[in-house]
């Protein structure tokens, strides 16, 4: 299933590096999201994009800088990462229902970031 | 607020044994969606099944079925005849309906069952 693809897959960074993880979704949706799972804890929502407009920022801190260009592109944009921001992060995306509710999300396989 | 529960952490089977993973959830809303997705080591998050909450038939995928029991708030998972390439964490996540206040699209996930498949 190659529906959801990002990159990296890993990435190693510094804190005061900057970097951005892409997320594509060849799936013909409309909405598109960020998670971050840690380990030990459930997948943690952080950004919601809904037709290219970011309708969800679930407290996520401004080091995390989300950006969605069209539908079917994601990016989130990292700098000053701290070293509990390592995780993997997994982009996800949906076919509004016109608020039927119930949309299923297809994920991509995550980038595993470390930040030493 | 809604709430997933996956009491079991970890279970160790043999391969071609039967295993059932346990999902209980928390909602007031009377239309609502459940889900089950698997992570193998990979990573990915595979969808495995959605079901809404006005069906309440079983359902059989495969070696794969879900008994979902409205009265016991309960959605449970089992494999049958297991394999080693079943080993994976498994994830059960509940949405609620936006008539009732709640967003369509947001999952609530469990804590996840790390399934080990011995050969």
């Known amino acids: 299933e190659t529906g959801v693809t990002q990159t990296p897959r890993h990435l190693v960074m510094g804190m005061t590096n900057k970097k951005s993880l892409k997320c594509e979704q060849h799936l013909g949706h409309n909405a598109m999201y960020w998670y971050k799972q840690s380990a030990k804890k459930p997948l943690e929502l952080m950004f919601v994009?809904?037709?290219?407009?970011?309708?969800e920022n679930n407290s996520v801190p401004s080091r995390f800088s989300p950006e969605c260009p069209n539908s079917s592109h994601l990016f989130l944009h990292l700098h000053t990462l701290q070293p509990e921001d390592s995780a993997l992060y997994l982009c996800?995306?949906?076919?509004?229902?016109?608020?039927?509710?119930?949309?299923?999300?297809?994920f991509g396989p995550g980038t595993r970031l470390l930040v030493l | 607020a809604q709430k997933v529960t996956q009491a079991q952490t970890e279970i160790s089977v043999v391969e071609k044994e039967d295993v059932t993973l346990d999902c209980v959830y928390e909602?007031?809303?009377?239309?609502?969606?459940l889900f089950w997705y698997k992570q193998p080591p990979s990573g990915e998050l595979v969808f495995l099944i959605r079901?809404?909450?006005?069906?309440?038939q079983n359902e059989i995928s495969g070696r794969y079925s879900w008994n979902f029991q409205k009265s016991t708030s309960s959605f449970n998972f089992t494999i049958t005849a297991s394999q080693v390439v079943d080993s994976a964490v498994y994830f059960c996540?509940?949405?609620?309906?936006?008539?009732?206040?709640?967003?369509?699209?947001?999952?609530?996930f469990g804590k996840g069952t790390l399934l080990t498949v011995n050969p």
């Open positions: 996540a509940l949405s609620e309906s936006p008539n009732s206040g709640g967003s369509n699209y947001k999952l609530t």
């Open positions: 994009y809904n037709f290219k407009e970011q309708t």
């Open positions: 079901r809404n909450s006005f069906d309440e």
């Open positions: 996800a995306s949906s076919s509004r229902s016109g608020g039927r509710g119930g949309e299923t999300q297809y």
């Open positions: 909602t007031r809303d009377t239309t609502y969606y």
